[in-house]
Each structure stands twice: as structure tokens, then as C-alpha cells.
């Protein structure tokens, strides 16, 4: 168990290896094209490199579109680009929406993340809130200084911005939308958190509830779900028109979400969120903690974010 929660957290911190499209050039594609910004500059943080997907029909279209922002954009679109040869295909599970008629399609910008991957996505504030002994074991996990809202600061202040004034896009709430897995399911819950009026829809998928390893993390496990259940009170509130997607397998990682994501529930039912209409939670037999499994289940996420609530 030991080998394999140790191989689990190379997943979760792992940084892939980088080969891409011709950099700052439009690449065509069979539907849709690819816009590859090696370097855009921020305040906040290093330097980002940013993926844009246009949706087929941009060009000639006078539509604006909604956003979704993704994170980890190495394993978003090109497998020579992924950390593991494998890739949420987000193109591809849009494309199949967009054919099936489910959506009239959207902007996807996929964000890569940085050598400290897991130091970009813990949310600071949930940080701030862990017991001495739970922040020791983060920063055994971190390894270094949280920059989360900074990252956060990043996408809300300068590449939305960037992206809004360059795209037609739809850029209020409503069609700006925020997905993540691990421990980019938690950034994700984080921006549409503190952010709620530029994030209209998250999808935290195989969240990594733990915050650390597991094993580790096990024993006070109480007390992490108490830290999280202050945060979805304190910080997240009522939903206001914002909505949520979560998910898990029940492979690998995945195998220790299921109790966490069940007390989020309740407290998110608490505080005023209504199942299937304010927040979806799916869990997946059988799926493990990776891009193959995340994309199976990429169109769902897709179309329950897209669609309207129902009235």
C-alpha cells in the first residue's frame, strides 16, 4: 500500500516533459485550431505557457463564446506534450457535444502548470487554516511557499483579460467556467470561491480532498473535512447561480475520496446548494487516478457546465 500511495503522489506532483506545436502559430486543426503562447508574462507568476482551443466555426462566426479555463494544460490536448502519454482530449469531448447538438461549443484555454505544481493549486486559505501538526505535513507534501492566489490573481486579473479582449468571448459569469483534477480540482474549488463573480461553473474532478498523502493524512481525517467544511461556509457560501460538478473513481488514488466527498455534500446541501441542480457529484467504478479516466468522463463534465439550470 505504502508503493503504491508513493507512486500516487508522483502523479499528483509530477511535472511532464514539453514538446508542442510550433510556438505563438495558429496549428489548424481537422475541427478547430490550436493558438500556442509559450510565454505570457504576468506579475503574479513565472512566465505561463497557455494553449488556446478555438471551437470549429470561430473564424467565420460572429458568436461569442463561453471559456473554460482548464488547468495542468500539458495533459489537456497533445499526448506528446502529457506527463504519461495521455490526455483529457478536451477537444475531442467538446467536438463530440458539438456534433451530437448537446452545446453550441466554447473557448477552451488550457493553463500548464509549473515545476511546483503542487504548491500552484493548495489553496493558501485552507492552508492557513490547518493545525500546526496538519501544516507540517503539508509542507512535507509542498516542499516550499503556497502561491495559489497569486496563480488565481494571474488568471482572473491578467489572462482573462488578455483572453477577453483578444476572443470573442462571453465574458461574464455565466459563461466563464474553471476545470481540474487532483489537485487541480482543488484549485479549481478555490477560484470559484474566491472569485465568484468571474466563475460561473467548476468542475473539481477526482479532488484531492487529503491535501497530502493519504496515509499520512488518514488519521486526521476528521479534522481535515472540519477544515473544509468551515471553507465551503465561510468562503464558498450560498450558490448565487454558480454551479459545481465533483467526481471520483474508486482505483488508486481515488480509492480514499469517497468519504470526503460525501461529508462535502452534506455541508454543501446545509449551507443552500441543491443536488443535480446546483452541484453534480458522480463516482466511477472501476476508474483510476489519470488523464484516460478523466477523459472518458470529459463530455459529461463538458455538458452538465454548459447546459443551463434548470428554472
Same mark, same amino acid.
Given at each position: 500500500?505504502?508503493?503504491?500511495?508513493?507512486?500516487?503522489?508522483?502523479?499528483?506532483?509530477?511535472?511532464?516533459?514539453?514538446?508542442?506545436?510550433?510556438?505563438?502559430?495558429?496549428? =489548424?486543426?481537422?475541427?478547430?485550431?490550436?493558438?500556442?503562447?509559450?510565454?505570457?508574462?504576468?506579475?503574479?507568476?513565472?512566465?505561463?505557457?497557455?494553449?488556446?482551443?478555438? =471551437?470549429?466555426?470561430?473564424?467565420?462566426?460572429?458568436?461569442?463564446? =463561453?471559456?473554460?479555463?482548464?488547468?495542468?494544460?500539458?495533459?489537456?490536448?497533445?499526448?506528446?506534450?502529457?506527463?504519461?502519454?495521455?490526455?483529457?482530449?478536451?477537444?475531442?469531448?467538446?467536438?463530440?457535444?458539438?456534433?451530437?447538438?448537446?452545446?453550441?461549443?466554447?473557448?477552451?484555454?488550457?493553463?500548464?502548470?509549473? /515545476?511546483?505544481?503542487?504548491?500552484?493549486?493548495? /489553496?493558501?486559505?485552507?492552508?492557513?487554516?490547518?493545525?500546526?501538526?496538519?501544516?507540517?505535513?503539508?509542507?512535507?507534501?509542498?516542499?516550499?511557499?503556497?502561491?495559489?492566489?497569486?496563480?488565481?490573481?494571474?488568471?482572473?486579473?491578467?489572462?482573462?483579460?488578455?483572453?477577453?479582449?483578444?476572443?470573442?468571448?462571453?465574458?461574464?459569469?455565466?459563461?466563464?467556467?474553471?476545470?481540474?483534477?487532483?489537485?487541480?480540482?482543488?484549485?479549481?474549488?478555490?477560484?470559484?470561491?474566491?472569485? /465568484?463573480?468571474?466563475?460561473?461553473?467548476?468542475?473539481?474532478?477526482?479532488?484531492?480532498?487529503?491535501?497530502?498523502?493519504?496515509?499520512?493524512?488518514?488519521?486526521?481525517?476528521?479534522?481535515?473535512?472540519?477544515?473544509?467544511?468551515?471553507?465551503?461556509?465561510?468562503?464558498?457560501?450560498? /450558490?448565487?447561480?454558480?454551479?459545481?460538478?465533483?467526481?471520483?473513481?474508486?482505483?488508486?488514488?481515488?480509492?480514499?475520496?469517497?468519504?470526503?466527498?460525501?461529508?462535502?455534500?452534506?455541508?454543501?446541501?446545509?449551507?443552500?446548494?441543491?443536488?443535480?441542480?446546483?452541484?453534480?457529484?458522480?463516482?466511477?467504478?472501476?476508474?483510476?487516478?489519470?488523464?484516460?479516466?478523466?477523459?472518458?468522463?470529459?463530455?459529461?463534465?463538458?455538458?452538465?457546465?454548459?447546459?443551463?439550470?434548470?428554472?
Amino acid at each position: 500500500m505504502r508503493r503504491l500511495l508513493l507512486f500516487a503522489l508522483m502523479l499528483v506532483l509530477a511535472v511532464p516533459a514539453s514538446a508542442s506545436p510550433a510556438a505563438g502559430k495558429v496549428k =489548424p486543426a481537422a475541427a478547430g485550431s490550436f493558438l500556442d503562447l509559450p510565454r505570457v508574462t504576468s506579475k503574479n507568476i513565472d512566465a505561463a505557457r497557455v494553449t488556446i482551443w478555438l =471551437p470549429p466555426g470561430y473564424a467565420k462566426a460572429r458568436t461569442r463564446w =463561453p471559456v473554460i479555463y482548464m488547468h495542468d494544460g500539458q495533459n489537456v490536448f497533445f499526448p506528446k506534450r502529457s506527463g504519461y502519454n495521455k490526455v483529457w482530449a478536451a477537444d475531442k469531448a467538446m467536438l463530440k457535444l458539438m456534433v451530437e447538438g448537446t452545446t453550441t461549443g466554447a473557448i477552451i484555454v488550457a493553463i500548464d502548470h509549473q /515545476p511546483a505544481r503542487a504548491r500552484q493549486y493548495f /489553496p493558501q486559505k485552507i492552508y492557513d487554516a490547518l493545525g500546526a501538526d496538519l501544516r507540517a505535513e503539508a509542507d512535507r507534501f509542498l516542499m516550499g511557499p503556497i502561491y495559489s492566489d497569486n496563480y488565481l490573481r494571474f488568471i482572473v486579473t491578467e489572462l482573462k483579460p488578455m483572453i477577453d479582449k483578444r476572443y470573442r468571448t462571453a465574458k461574464d459569469r455565466a459563461n466563464t467556467y474553471v476545470v481540474g483534477s487532483s489537485m487541480g480540482g482543488l484549485i479549481s474549488l478555490y477560484a470559484i470561491a474566491e472569485y /465568484p463573480d468571474v466563475f460561473g461553473g467548476a468542475a473539481c474532478v477526482s479532488t484531492h480532498w487529503p491535501l497530502a498523502l493519504p496515509d499520512r493524512v488518514g488519521p486526521h481525517q476528521p479534522r481535515v473535512r472540519a477544515v473544509w467544511e468551515t471553507f465551503l461556509t465561510e468562503r464558498l457560501g450560498p /450558490p448565487n447561480g454558480r454551479r459545481i460538478w465533483f467526481d471520483h473513481g474508486d482505483q488508486t488514488l481515488d480509492q480514499f475520496y469517497g468519504p470526503y466527498q460525501t461529508e462535502i455534500d452534506r455541508k454543501l446541501i446545509s449551507i443552500g446548494w441543491q443536488p443535480q441542480t446546483d452541484f453534480e457529484t458522480r463516482s466511477y467504478v472501476g476508474a483510476a487516478h489519470e488523464e484516460n479516466a478523466w477523459a472518458a468522463r470529459l463530455p459529461e463534465i463538458f455538458a452538465w457546465l454548459l447546459a443551463k439550470a434548470p428554472e
